[in-house]
């Protein structure tokens, strides 16, 4: 099992298209084996999947991200923890351990119908986490 998160400052990046780097775990007998931090280089929204496939990670944990995103991840088979926010590596073994809180309802297109995916950073997504990922808790 590979687990990717998407990482800034140790905490998990609140916006899945804007996300610089993620950081990836290695699981072996159900607890990290290696953890490593992968930079993006600027790939945005669908092309982080592509980014995410190639270095075959099947798990994604991640704040909020877009409908053309979850599509992405959903058609590279890659499964999908949103809505969560906090520390990375506390949000990895929560998993692990059966016990993290998230929400399959997390998204960031619900500003409108004039939001569009590019304009959740400017919308705050990072500083404004109960719009973007905590639908539905």
């Given amino acids: 099992m590979r687990i990717a998160v998407t990482y800034e400052n140790g905490q998990i990046f609140q916006h899945f298209g804007h996300t610089e780097r993620f950081k990836v775990y290695d699981i072996a007998n159900g607890a990290v084996t290696v953890s490593t ?10 092309a982080l999947a592509d980014v995410l496939k190639k270095i075959d990670v099947d798990t994604l944990i991640c704040g909020g991200i877009g409908g053309g995103a979850k ?8 499964k999908l923890y949103g ?13 692990l351990a059966g016990k993290l809180v998230f929400s399959p309802e997390a998204n960031c297109d619900h500003h409108g119908e004039h939001h569009h995916e590019g304009a959740c950073g400017e919308h705050g ?6 719009h973007c990922g905590n639908h539905g808790k």
């Avoid at 997504?125 to 109960?130: N, R």
């Fill in 125 to 130: 997504c990072g500083g404004h986490e109960h």
């Fill in 83 to 95: 809505g969560v926010s906090g520390d990375a590596d506390a949000a990895v073994e929560a998993l």
């Fill in 71 to 78: 599509t992405a991840l959903n058609e590279a088979n890659i």
């Fill in 37 to 46: 931090i992968v930079n993006t280089n600027g790939s945005g929204h669908g």
